[in-house]
């Protein structure tokens, strides 16, 4: 395994990752058994956004303490294949001031992206856009504010190993497949319609505005608000074992099958109740039902 810095020629370079050899420290293009490597030690010049198409991807991308851009709202940087299936181990952007938006495509096969890591600071609300149409194992969203657009599939969403809401923003855009949600803390905004199997929320904010499908959701600490206008949200099971879920905004159809309500956590459904489908509402203990809907079944 080598590692492959990208050095932009010594600033003399065209600021692409494929323009020329001599712009990566071994003065070949990084390759499966590589990692590639962008950090200010060797350029802080912006990479262009442009279509990479590489035989084979390296084993991991890196970007660590590097202040460039990584492409533009109209051009992403595109990493593709020229056959076959691809998979990179590793994508971490971490420590960098720069904006970034990466597509990963598999226009000539079923190309995967293991494990994604951003940890950097600030939230600008198009700082980090991640997309193309790979499928992602695991995204882990450490700090910073990412926008998830158009990125095929991913598996598992790991937002946030904090409870301070600004500390990570999560924005899951149209076109993007998330099959479980994964939150330790942050802001998580789903705008789009996605079909969830489990979301699991132990701190930080959740905002719903899509016409989502979740089979699962678990409020383990902290607040979930559903919102937006003209959406039909689908739940087929609620956990709310503490913190608050917030009905209140918006009178629009909402299908929330089963809803189960523990001690310290609170439910308010007020002003929305014709809105709402429901079988089973079970309370334990001291947990609220705010609202004209009071619990069907009731646990000391």
Not at 222 to 230: F, H, M, P
Not at 258 to 268: F, L, R, S
Request: glycine share 12%; charged share 15%.
């Amino acid at each position: 395994m080598a590692d492959t810095f990208w050095d932009n020629n010594a600033g003399a370079g065209d600021n692409t990752w494929d323009g020329a050899v001599s712009q990566w420290s071994t003065g070949a293009f990084p390759v499966t058994g590589d990692d590639a490597l962008f950090t200010d030690v060797r350029s802080s010049a912006n990479l262009n956004g442009t279509t990479v198409i590489e035989a084979t991807w390296p084993d991991n991308i890196f970007f660590n303490r590097y202040s460039g851009n990584v492409g533009s709202t109209g051009t992403h940087l595109i990493l593709d294949d020229a056959a076959g299936s691809e998979t990179l181990d590793e994508l971490r952007i971490e420590n960098c001031t720069g904006k970034f938006f990466i597509d990963f495509n598999e226009a000539a096969g079923d190309n995967v992206v293991t494990d994604t890591f951003v940890n950097v600071s600030g939230q600008a609300p198009d700082q980090i856009n991640l997309g193309g149409a790979a499928a992602f194992t695991n995204v882990h969203l450490l700090r910073g504010r990412t926008n998830l657009g158009q990125t095929g599939v991913i598996t598992d969403l790991w937002v946030a190993h904090s409870t301070t809401p600004r500390d990570v923003h999560a924005d899951i855009s149209s076109g993007t497949t998330v099959t479980n949600v994964r939150q330790g803390g942050g802001r998580v905004t789903c705008a789009s319609a996605q079909a969830i199997t489990l979301w699991m929320q132990q701190g930080g904010t959740t905002l719903l505005t899509g016409s989502n499908t979740i089979t699962d959701y678990y409020v383990m600490s902290g607040n979930l608000r559903i919102d937006g206008s003209g959406t039909v949200l689908v739940i087929s099971n609620l956990y709310v074992k503490s913190g608050m879920v917030d009905l209140t905004r918006t009178g629009n159809l909402r299908t929330l099958t089963n809803i189960y309500v523990w001690p310290g956590a609170t439910i308010d459904m007020r002003g929305v109740e014709p809105f709402i489908t429901n079988t089973k509402r079970v309370q334990y203990g001291t947990g609220k039902f705010l609202g004209n809907l009071q619990p069907t079944q009731t646990f000391a």
